[in-house]
């Protein structure tokens, strides 16, 4: 730990700590004992003793954790490391990051948003020493050596890290480290590779066969047959697997899966829980289909099913090392699939009740969900999400959220992809960081929710999708540093993914201007624009637009009522026109990036009304309308324009004629303005990925 001048090379220390290992194993033990410790604090340049009375004192652990491998940690030690972190804000107490997605350098970035490193920081510098960025670079730089070199993702490794902790770590003098522990293992087979260009097939199927259709009644499998009619999925390339039936709805049937006269892009599978093992070994056996889906729940939620249900697992697994690679298997516990681009869909639900209006023009997101009621629900709420693909995972028997991910992630015409995650497979958590990092690095966004936030919430998750919840905390920092945007909730999930699907090509910054013609929401943009970890920024208005404004402001003889700044009061006896011509006023400063502007639609000078018996005419139909005039400034602006609708059931029709012609609209100014800032804070960072990465 002293500075990099001084400290033998990292190759060294990791072969010592092979060594350390091996006599280690040799001895029976999976821990280094005292003497070892001693040996192995050494080979950092520091010594196993006591620091400095007052001196800062950190924590710096290395972590082999069940979702994402190896996991380096660094932040407060001692007595602070032991307070809860939830007396500190987000990235304060500690932060956490990926090995496998990180350098020394990129670690000590996060590193000095810790109270710990500010602490250290404000310690160098009134004693009049340099800061300790240096030596904090070389030892995280030798603890990723470490954990690169003895990780499971290292086919070499003979051993592999569970847990490295130092703790009460200082830097006042000579390096020291008061407590020390060191536990390894045996590498831990995984699971075989997916054949994932096998997803193209479910997604795009020329052939779909069904199991599970009734011929006289209207169960999962025949509502299913009815959706994919329905969707314009030709009965000619649909096939129904059921003995004794010759046709149902005017599709064809066959005896068997050894019937068919060609192999299956898709099988659709309906039946019972209990008949799913038999039909799988048939499926594997006949090597009849390409993808499946397994719509059946049961398969591993509950303590009886758990133990056939990863049987099963084991059995699809082992067909991957056959020749072709198998079929890929999407769910069990699965809703099914809406693929625009497919011509399909083969959700349960009848479409009756879940219509899919196209909202946009093109579709260019993805919606992927472990739960499907979560995307039902989204979907049912925001029809301007407005997806090309929907896929509902379940319980991941086969394919993950790291296989889907990596699959999208390289997958053009996709700009946004927002998921739902209840918890990860063994080790998928990285595989998904890693399609994160390789989905931001295309130019793509992901928005990530993941539920069981709670002990409480984490214990209704494996009754759902038979999935182990995992820590928030890590779960957060990790995806936040491959460059994912995660939302703490279900409406800002909606938030999120909504506002980064409008504004993706757009340019983004961190001046905000805010327009309103209420008093209270120009002030309510302004207090709304910091997260817990980012902030943007009011911009100064230049001279040319404040006269600009004023200008405007004086042609309806409003300038004696507004003073211009940023946030501007515009008045309520502001039209529609007097709307946009201060946005364009605002949007055209150089020294503004984006606009939150409140439209005002309770205002009587703005026609907001489908229909007005006050004033016949002056209502949505009017040219002159915000409805009609924003649409065209917010498509050739390169800024972000947020507009606010706030205002009753009255204004539904006023926000959903913005929305439909692309104008980001949010019903409440606060919650617009934290949208913008959240997705600023996620550009920004992305744009740094992807400049560190060139």
Same mark, same amino acid.
């Given at each position: 730990?002293?500075?990099?001048?001084?400290?033998?090379?990292?190759?060294?220390?990791?072969?010592?700590?092979?060594?350390?290992?091996?006599?280690?194993?040799?001895?029976?033990?999976?821990?280094?004992?005292?003497?070892?410790?001693?040996?192995?604090?050494?080979?950092?340049?520091?010594?196993?003793?006591?620091?400095?009375?007052?001196?800062?004192?950190?924590?710096?652990?290395?972590?082999?954790?069940?979702?994402?491998?190896?996991?380096?940690?660094?932040?407060?030690?001692?007595?602070?490391?032991?307070?809860?972190?939830?007396?500190?804000?987000?990235?304060?107490?500690?932060?956490?990051?990926?090995?496998?997605?990180?350098?020394?350098?990129?670690?000590?970035?996060?590193?000095?948003?810790?109270?710990?490193?500010?602490?250290?920081?404000?310690?160098?510098?009134?004693?009049?020493?340099?800061?300790?960025?240096?030596?904090?670079?070389?030892?995280?730089?030798?603890?990723?050596?470490?954990?690169?070199?003895?990780? =499971?993702?290292?086919?070499?490794? %003979?051993?592999?890290?569970?847990?490295?902790?130092?703790?009460?770590?200082?830097?006042?003098?000579?390096?020291?480290?008061?407590?020390?522990?060191?536990?390894?293992?045996?590498?831990?087979?995984?699971?075989?590779?997916?054949?994932?260009?096998?997803?193209?097939?479910?997604?795009?199927?020329?052939?779909?066969?069904? *199991?599970?259709?009734?011929?006289?009644?209207?169960?999962?499998?025949?509502?299913?047959?009815?959706?994919?009619?329905?969707?314009?999925?030709?009965?000619?390339?649909?096939?129904?697997?059921?003995?004794?039936?010759?046709?149902?709805?005017?599709?064809?049937? *066959?005896?068997?899966?050894?019937?068919?006269?060609?192999?299956?892009?898709?099988?659709?599978?309906?039946?019972?829980?209990?008949?799913?093992?038999?039909?799988?070994?048939?499926?594997?056996?006949?090597?009849?289909?390409?993808?499946?889906?397994?719509?059946?729940?049961?398969?591993?939620?509950?303590?009886?099913?758990?133990?056939?249900?990863?049987?099963?697992?084991?059995?699809?697994?082992?067909?991957?090392?056959?020749?072709? %690679?198998?079929?890929?298997?999407?769910?069990?516990?699965?809703?099914?699939?809406?693929?625009?681009?497919?011509?399909?869909?083969?959700?349960?639900?009848?479409?009756?009740?879940?219509?899919?209006?196209?909202?946009?023009?093109?579709?260019?997101?993805?919606?992927?969900?472990?739960?499907?009621?979560?995307?039902?629900?989204?979907?049912?709420?925001?029809?301007?999400?407005?997806?090309?693909?929907?896929?509902?995972?379940?319980?991941?028997?086969?394919?993950?959220?790291?296989?889907?991910?990596?699959?999208?992630?390289?997958?053009?015409?996709?700009?946004?992809?927002?998921?739902?995650?209840?918890?990860?497979?063994?080790?998928?958590?990285?595989?998904?960081?890693?399609?994160?990092?390789?989905?931001?690095?295309?130019?793509?966004?992901?928005?990530?929710?993941?539920?069981?936030?709670?002990?409480? %919430?984490?214990?209704?998750?494996?009754?759902?999708?038979?999935?182990?919840?995992?820590? &928030?905390?890590?779960?957060?920092?990790?995806?936040?540093?491959?460059?994912?945007?995660?939302?703490?909730?279900?409406?800002?999930?909606?938030?999120?993914?909504?506002?980064?699907?409008?504004?993706?090509?757009?340019?983004?910054?961190?001046?905000?201007?805010?327009?309103?013609?209420?008093?209270?929401?120009?002030?309510?943009?302004?207090?709304?624009?910091?997260?817990?970890?980012?902030?943007?920024?009011?911009?100064?208005?230049?001279?040319?637009?404040?006269?600009?404004?004023?200008?405007?402001?004086?042609?309806?003889?409003?300038?004696?009522?507004?003073?211009?700044?940023?946030?501007?009061?515009?008045?309520?006896?502001?039209?529609?026109?007097?709307?946009?011509?201060?946005?364009?006023?605002?949007?055209? +400063?150089?020294?503004?990036?984006?606009?939150?502007?409140?439209?005002?639609?309770?205002?009587?000078?703005?026609?907001?009304?489908?229909?007005?018996?006050?004033?016949?005419?002056?209502?949505?139909?009017? &040219?002159?309308?915000?409805?009609?005039?924003?649409?065209?400034?917010?498509?050739?602006?390169?800024?972000?324009?947020?507009?606010?609708?706030?205002?009753?059931?009255?204004?539904?029709?006023? =926000?959903?004629?913005?929305? +439909?012609?692309?104008?980001?609209?949010?019903?409440?100014?606060?919650?617009?303005?934290?949208?913008?800032?959240?997705?600023?804070?996620?550009?920004?960072?992305?744009?740094?990925?992807?400049?560190?990465?060139?």
């Amino acid at each position: 730990m002293n500075d990099r001048t001084t400290i033998s090379p990292g190759d060294a220390l990791n072969a010592a700590t092979g060594d350390l290992f091996r006599q280690a194993a040799a001895d029976g033990r999976d821990a280094l004992n005292a003497d070892e410790l001693q040996r192995f604090v050494a080979s950092f340049g520091a010594a196993l003793a006591e620091g400095v009375p007052g001196g800062v004192d950190l924590r710096i652990a290395l972590e082999n954790t069940r979702e994402f491998g190896m996991i380096l940690t660094a932040g407060a030690g001692g007595l602070d490391g032991a307070l809860d972190r939830a007396n500190f804000r987000k990235d304060r107490a500690a932060v956490s990051a990926s090995v496998d997605l990180t350098d020394a350098a990129d670690f000590l970035r996060l590193f000095r948003r810790t109270v710990a490193y500010q602490k250290m920081a404000a310690l160098a510098q009134r004693d009049g020493r340099r800061a300790p960025d240096p030596v904090l670079e070389f030892c995280f730089g030798l603890m990723l050596g470490l954990g690169r070199e003895f990780s =499971a993702q290292n086919p070499q490794a %003979g051993f592999v890290i569970r847990y490295i902790e130092l703790d009460q770590v200082q830097f006042a003098k000579k390096p020291t480290v008061g407590v020390a522990r060191v536990e390894f293992g045996k590498p831990v087979a995984g699971r075989l590779p997916r054949p994932l260009h096998k997803i193209d097939k479910l997604i795009h199927p020329q052939s779909i066969g069904i *199991v599970g259709v009734s011929a006289s009644g209207m169960n999962f499998g025949r509502i299913i047959l009815k959706n994919l009619m329905g969707s314009g999925y030709a009965k000619d390339r649909l096939t129904i697997i059921r003995p004794g039936e010759t046709e149902i709805d005017g599709v064809r049937c *066959v005896e068997s899966l050894r019937a068919l006269p060609a192999k299956l892009d898709l099988l659709i599978v309906a039946v019972p829980n209990d008949a799913v093992y038999a039909l799988v070994d048939e499926i594997i056996e006949s090597d009849a289909v390409e993808s499946v889906m397994l719509i059946p729940g049961g398969l591993g939620e509950t303590a009886k099913s758990r133990e056939p249900a990863a049987a099963l697992a084991a059995k699809i697994n082992a067909a991957h090392a056959n020749p072709g %690679g198998g079929p890929v298997f999407l769910g069990a516990n699965c809703l099914g699939v809406v693929s625009h681009p497919g011509g399909y869909d083969s959700w349960f639900i009848p479409l009756e009740r879940l219509p899919k209006p196209q909202k946009k023009a093109q579709r260019n997101s993805v919606m992927l969900s472990q739960s499907g009621a979560f995307m039902i629900t989204r979907i049912s709420q925001n029809p301007w999400l407005d997806p090309a693909y929907m896929l509902a995972l379940g319980n991941q028997t086969d394919l993950t959220h790291g296989d889907m991910l990596n699959f999208f992630a390289e997958r053009e015409g996709i700009d946004t992809l927002g998921i739902y995650i209840e918890g990860f497979k063994d080790g998928d958590g990285l595989d998904f960081a890693r399609a994160v990092r390789k989905a931001v690095l295309n130019g793509k966004q992901v928005v990530v929710y993941k539920s069981g936030r709670t002990d409480a %919430g984490a214990g209704g998750v494996m009754g759902h999708t038979a999935s182990i919840a995992g820590d &928030p905390v890590l779960f957060e920092a990790v995806l936040r540093q491959a460059g994912a945007i995660v939302a703490e909730d279900f409406n800002t999930f909606d938030d999120l993914f909504y506002i980064a699907g409008a504004l993706h090509g757009k340019k983004v910054g961190k001046r905000l201007g805010a327009i309103s013609g209420a008093g209270f929401e120009a002030v309510g943009i302004a207090d709304s624009i910091a997260t817990e970890t980012f902030s943007l920024e009011m911009g100064a208005l230049e001279a040319a637009t404040v006269e600009r404004v004023q200008s405007i402001l004086a042609a309806k003889r409003l300038d004696a009522l507004v003073e211009v700044r940023n946030p501007i009061d515009i008045n309520p006896g502001a039209d529609d026109g007097v709307h946009l011509q201060i946005t364009e006023a605002f949007l055209d +400063d150089p020294d503004i990036d984006a606009v939150v502007v409140g439209l005002d639609p309770t205002a009587p000078s703005i026609r907001g009304l489908e229909t007005s018996k006050l004033r016949p005419g002056y209502d949505l139909s009017d &040219p002159q309308g915000t409805v009609h005039i924003y649409p065209p400034l917010a498509a050739r602006s390169d800024k972000p324009v947020i507009g606010i609708v706030d205002g009753g059931s009255l204004y539904d029709a006023m =926000a959903a004629k913005l929305m +439909d012609q692309g104008v980001c609209v949010f019903r409440n100014s606060g919650r617009g303005t934290k949208a913008l800032a959240r997705y600023v804070e996620a550009r920004v960072e992305a744009d740094a990925i992807r400049e560190r990465n060139k």
